[in-house]
Antibody, heavy 118, light 106 residues
Framework: QVQLQQWGAGLLKASETLSLTCAVY????????WSWIRQPPGKGLEWIGE???????NYNPSLKSRVTISGDTSKKQLSLKLTSVTAADTAVYYC????????????WGQGTTVSVSS | EIVLTQSPATLSLSPGERATLSCRAS??????LAWYQQKPGQAPRLLIY???NRASGIPARFSGSGSGTDFTLTITSLEPDDFAVYYC????????FGQGTRLEIK
């Protein structure tokens, strides 16, 4: 069974860079799309961006200037960097593997809570 | 951006009843619509993909229908474990989610 294990700093100060990693166990990294999604406290889900099996990325236009998503096939890891964070970036961050047809998220990480203080 | 509007915001029902949740898209997403269930403190879980296909391990009481702009998630005979928040999601354009429907015990 595919499992996604996430980790990264949970407490940041405004203007710092958020950095998270997601490792894939029990399944392939190559051949799939991967995404990062976040959920502010008490709110809904927001797509941050994705990377495909060729290494091409797409980002939410509202975050594009601050986001970098990368993948390491040899380590089976996905990474997220978000620069110049503010309190508005406080959220639970999830990594997710797309479905085979790419149009849904079949597997999710456990989530990482990131809090940004001013 | 394709906006997904879910209704109702909150649905209060009793175990054994039937739940009907709606998701309306601001423009056609063809059939590229998925549904997720989320419980407190947990990651979302995929229920339905491509509008009407149940994901692996999802009970038959969950079903999805619709195409274009109007979609429905139906849960027949609610069980206590089904009370949660449900989100619809599209990836026809860049990905967006609905705001969620909270299904609560009446």
């Amino acid at each position: 069974q595919v499992q996604l294990q996430q980790w990264g700093a949970g407490l940041l100060k405004a203007s710092e860079t958020l950095s998270l990693t997601c490792a894939v166990y029990g399944g392939s990294f190559s051949g799939y799309y991967w995404s990062w999604i976040r959920q502010p406290p008490g709110k809904g889900l927001e797509w941050i961006g994705e990377i495909n099996h060729s290494g091409s990325t797409n980002y939410n236009p509202s975050l594009k200037s601050r986001v970098t998503i990368s993948g390491d096939t040899s380590k089976k890891q996905l990474s997220l960097k978000l620069t110049s964070v503010t309190a508005a970036d406080t959220a639970v961050y999830y990594c997710a593997r797309h479905c085979s047809d790419e149009n849904c998220y079949a597997f999710w990480g456990q989530g990482t809570t990131v809090s940004v203080s001013s | 951006e394709i906006v997904l509007t879910q209704s109702p915001a909150t649905l209060s029902l009793s175990p054994g009843e039937r739940a009907t949740l709606s998701c309306r898209a601001s423009q056609s997403v063809i059939s590229y619509l998925a549904w997720y269930q989320q419980k407190p403190g947990q990651a979302p879980r995929l229920l339905i993909y491509d509008a009407s296909n149940r994901a692996s391990g999802i009970p038959a009481r969950f079903s999805g229908s619709g195409s274009g702009t109007d979609f429905t998630l139906t849960i027949t005979s609610l069980e206590p474990d089904d009370f949660a928040v449900y989100y619809c999601h599209q990836r026809s354009n860049w990905p967006t989610f609905g705001q969620g429907t909270r299904l609560e015990i009446k």
